[in-house]
């Protein structure tokens, strides 16, 4: 997987996309539980469910399916008044779904793993990208703090960062250009 700190950095910048109006304590904290959430699978590894089992680590979290899901269902809990089916309603979803799948496209450009279930629950097949230029992270935050680590915080910084950096700055030049 890519390091939490990757899955946070497009989250981020994915967030500074919504009207800023929007953008409530309540939005980030959805916005960070929906970058992340793909990773609750690792409970399943502590349970004994095997890694390539569906429910397994980049399994059915990291599937289109739950990303949808989730996209579906935050908009309720990120506005509570906003109307079902409303055009803010539909934009929060895409969004929270964006957000959620964000996830298992970093981890399909990382260079470990058994891949992504990318069409779980309907197709069980593990997916990577044919460009993996990302060092997965170690599992744990030990490991993380090693040379290991250290390696993944590089490659995140030149794969996730620069692109980050550069999506915020368009959005930083479009908001002038459009005032």
Known sequence: MASAFGHL????ALGQTIRPEWRSARFWWLTVACCLLPDADVIG??????YEHVLG?????????????????MPRLAIPDVALGSRAYGAFAVF????TMSHPIMDAMTDGGLGI??????DSHRYFFPWRPITVSPIGI???FSK???????TELLW???PVCVWLAGICVQRRVSK
């Open 9 to 12: 950095a497009v989250a981020y």
């Open 45 to 50: 590894l502590m349970l004994g469910i095997p």
């Open 57 to 73: 680590h980049r399994g059915l979290t990291h599937s289109l399916f739950f990303a949808v899901i989730v996209g579906v269902l």
């Open 96 to 99: 929270f779904a964006c957000v």
């Open 117 to 122: 279930a990318f069409f779980a629950p309907f």
């Open 142 to 144: 030990t490991p993380f």
């Open 148 to 154: 290991w680590g250290l390696g993944v915080l590089w």
């Open 160 to 162: 996730i960062g620069v």
